[in-house]
């Protein structure tokens, strides 16, 4: 459609609002996070996969506010993102200042699905870290697969379809604070009670890509330069989806909702994503090589963190080495630290050795 009979007020106050909606400092209603001690959800299917999840990136750290969290372009949508691409770069660095700052980069992974929180009986996004993802998935067995398709999997011996609308189950997370930091914490996770859930409920998922904007190459790499971003003229790769979902927002609003929609959100088709199904247990699974112990310095990362699809971890040296002591470790985990170096060799800020990566780039 042109654009061209588009009234200039209209168009200002179009960017006013999207600048509000797109504003990290928004308090969005949709998402959900457990709280200190027992929560109880139930975990809702998306339409035409065994998937209930989809899975996003996240950089932390970065920009001018130090606490903002950006989505990554390359985990969530497959394109290129700057911020992976310095990292990685960083990261192939023997300077440990260069791996300090890259680790401070480098994405953190999450699984995010539509639920319903128990306490409101509202529909809500839930984000999980992979180690709560973890517990939750041990005690999901799709019932479109069989049992020795499953068998090659760690599932719980209690493991159920809780995405079943019929017959499926609520879960139970408890979180328990260990510590005086927000990320020492503990998860327990269980099977609760079995209950029918309406099928109009699926009316009323939420796409993930509605809620979180993800910025174009060019503006994150000025966000990892510190630079300042304008909302009102940032580009948006998923701006169709978020404007869309907030004007049928509004226009639902103008209507009295009855019982069943009260406090949910605007429906939206979550975009299917293919995976390959797992091997199963009867296939004899290939030994692990020998491989011989590195010769050099390993990063710090060697072992503990492992992602397969991870720009950083496909251009390591120490790849081979590191995924086969990451499956011996494996299921053990330790998520890397979000804490910036307050110690950075030579004098240089992070930023400095970011553009100082950029310049070697260019040459």
Not at 95 to 123: F, G
Not at 219 to 230: I, S, W, Y
Not at 245 to 264: G, H, I, N
Request: contains cysteine; glycine residues 4%.
């Amino acid at each position: 459609m042109a654009n061209a009979n588009i009234n200039p007020q209209e168009i200002n106050e179009y960017l006013r609002e999207a600048g509000r909606i797109l504003s990290s400092q928004t308090k969005r209603e949709e998402l959900w996070a457990p709280e200190e001690g027992e929560n109880v959800i139930r975990i809702l299917p998306r339409p035409g996969t065994i998937k209930f999840w989809i899975t996003m990136g996240w950089h932390y750290g970065v920009g001018i506010i130090g606490s903002q969290a950006y989505v990554c372009p390359y985990v969530t949508l497959g394109q290129p993102c700057p911020i992976c691409e310095m990292s990685a770069e960083l990261h192939a660095s023997e300077d440990e200042a260069d791996e300090e700052v890259a680790r401070q980069l480098y994405v953190k992974t999450k699984y995010v699905m539509n639920i319903i929180d128990r306490k409101t009986n509202s529909v809500k996004l839930f984000t999980a870290s992979r180690k709560l993802f973890s517990l939750i998935l041990r005690h999901y067995k799709p019932g479109a697969l069989d049992l020795q398709v499953l068998s090659g999997l760690k599932l719980s011996s209690v493991a159920c379809d809780f995405t079943d609308l019929q017959n499926g189950k609520d879960i139970i997370i408890e979180r328990i604070s260990t510590g005086k930091m927000a990320y020492e914490v503990s998860y327990s996770v269980m099977l609760g009670q079995q209950s029918s859930v309406d099928p109009s409920v699926l009316k009323h998922l939420i796409d993930p890509l509605a809620i979180f904007p993800i910025y174009s190459y060019e503006d994150l790499k000025r966000v990892m330069l510190k630079e300042a971003v304008d909302l009102t003229k940032a580009k948006i790769l998923n701006i169709d989806k978020i404007l869309n979902y907030s004007v049928t927002q509004t226009q639902e609003s103008e209507e009295p909702a009855t019982e069943a929609e009260r406090l949910v959100p605007t429906p939206h088709q979550l975009e299917d994503v293919q995976y390959p199904a797992p091997k199963a247990v009867s296939q004899p699974q290939p030994a692990q090589p020998s491989v011989a112990p590195p010769t050099k310095k390993t990063p710090k990362c060697f072992g503990i963190e492992y992602e397969e699809h991870d720009l950083q971890c496909k251009q390591c040296e120490y790849k081979e080495l590191c995924v086969a002591e990451f499956k011996k470790n494996n299921p053990a985990y330790t998520a890397p630290s979000e804490t910036p170096s307050t110690e950075v060799g030579n004098g240089l800020s992070p930023e400095e050795r970011i553009k100082k990566a950029l310049e070697r780039r260019k040459k």
